[in-house]
């Protein structure tokens, strides 16, 4: 059973972050967001910063969003294209698969070719139009079948918990060959002859992000569609704060049924 504090608290976060987003293929990005060599999409997913890259042979990469110098992120900008990453801190500077490039002579690593040096890569997979990644070996593909041309993504920033609106996005809806969820974080709509995939994005325990990508229709098309989900969204945060909980309904239910096994499974044996 889902409580208040589960949803306006730290503490079921991290717990989150333990058992569902270190152990889950999770989603990143459209692949369509990094259509040119040095394109780059970073976020921070349940608590891991980590950041997307096309290099410039067309092979995309999910590395961990921390320079091995002292672990201060390496990249500062939601997305954009590059060359290279210099942290800005100390200037360590990585090529695009996040191989170590120069440092400053006083920052230097004594051993220049210690594979420590390097960001960590992390296991990714481009599956359905989606880069995935995961913390616990390789993400297993989400096959959603084909898909019409990429048109472009939405970013829309929501003051709530991140299961605020999963709960919203799947209320509405059961499984079927319009609608499919990828636990925990991705949901797939087929509307004749386009497809919109909302892919929630866990910053923080009261900060989501969401990304509307949009195949085979016009992008900014579902842009008030996302401010609703973002006006929505909010006002049910207010209501999980105060005590009202999300109705029951067949996805909701089994969104909170795997939720509480990872609960379980962060509690300490007795």
Not at 91 to 110: C, E, H, I, V
Not at 113 to 140: N, Y
Not at 184 to 203: D, F, K, N, S, Y
Request: include cysteine; glycine fraction near 6%; charged fraction near 20%.
């Amino acid at each position: 059973m889902m409580k208040s504090e589960d949803y306006a608290q730290g503490d079921a976060f991290q717990a989150e972050k333990r058992t569902v987003f270190s152990t889950q293929a999770l989603p990143l990005c459209a692949d369509g967001q990094l259509a040119r060599p040095g394109d780059f999409v970073s976020a921070t997913v349940g608590g891991w910063s980590v950041f997307a890259v096309r290099d410039k042979e067309g092979a995309v990469h999910v590395l961990r969003n921390a320079c091995r110098h002292q672990n201060m992120q390496v990249v500062s900008t939601p997305a954009g294209n590059c060359e290279s990453f210099r942290c800005r801190f100390h200037g360590w500077t990585y090529d695009l698969q996040g191989r170590f490039l120069s440092a400053p002579p006083p920052m230097a690593p004594k051993d220049l070719q210690s594979p420590d040096l390097h960001l960590a890569s992390l296991p990714t997979a481009v599956a359905s139009g989606i880069v995935f990644f995961s913390l616990a070996g390789s993400p297993a593909p989400v096959d959603v079948g084909a898909l019409p041309a990429y048109s472009g993504t939405v970013v829309t920033e929501i003051a709530c918990n991140w299961k605020v609106c999963v709960e919203h996005l799947l209320a509405e809806h059961t499984p079927s060959a319009n609608f499919t969820w990828a636990w925990p974080l991705l949901m797939v709509r087929r509307a004749g002859a386009m497809t919109i995939m909302e892919q929630v994005v866990p910053h923080t325990f009261l900060r989501t992000r969401l990304f509307t990508h949009v195949f085979g229709g016009v992008a900014d098309d579902s842009k008030q569609a996302a401010a609703t989900i973002k006006n929505v969204c909010e006002a049910l945060q207010h209501d999980r704060a105060s005590g009202k909980l999300a109705a029951d309904g067949t996805l909701v239910d089994d969104f909170h049924r795997r939720l509480a096994e990872a609960y379980a499974e962060d509690r300490p044996a007795t």
